[in-house]
């Protein structure tokens, strides 16, 4: 019998009760939020549960919202790619302990994704074997994917706006 996302929750929940924070349907993606320190033990289970089999990690992105009590987190996105099910998990976290679980353990190609996550958001993940930024220098002292910086260079005068319908 095929897997169904009603049974992916159904176990998730069995196993996880507490520790998940939120269920939603998005854009055909369960997602479920859970709490930060978790987040290995449900990657984990997914992965080597014998019904589940969550073994291809597709994505993994930081997030910022500065706006937010907890403004930092994580988003995961996982494949079981025999019955084609996909599900997205989320952790935030404040941005004063910007401090995550590494996944490395679990699926190798997280080692990347990590890196970037903390050469953009400055996300530290903690057990990762190389933790240091990947596509920055590692002179630069700020994180540029936070929405606290400016998206465009305010002190530029070579373009002209109006050819983007600016004034």
């Keep these: ?47 080597d549960d014998e019904e589940l089999k969550f073994q291809f990690l597709t994505t993994m992105c930081g997030m910022h919202f500065p706006d937010a009590k907890e403004q930092l987190g994580m988003v995961y996105q996982l494949h079981n790619m025999i019955d084609n099910v996909r599900v997205r998990l989320k952790i935030f976290f404040p941005l004063e302990d910007p401090n995550v679980l590494t996944l490395t353990g679990i699926f190798s190609t997280a080692n990347w994704m990590e890196r970037e996550a903390y050469d953009f958001f400055g996300i530290k993940f903690t057990g990762h074997p190389n933790m240091k930024r990947i596509l920055n220098i590692d002179e630069m002292d700020y994180f540029p994917m936070r929405k606290e910086y400016a998206v465009e260079d305010a002190t530029r005068t070579d373009k002209d706006d109006t050819m983007f319908g600016r004034e």
Excluded: Q, S
């Design 1 to 47: 019998m095929a897997l169904t996302i009603e049974r992916v929750t159904e176990k998730l929940k069995e196993k996880f009760g507490d520790d998940i924070l939120d269920i939603t349907l998005n854009y055909d993606f369960m997602t479920y939020t859970l709490k930060r320190e978790r987040i290995v033990d449900v990657v984990r289970f997914l992965y």
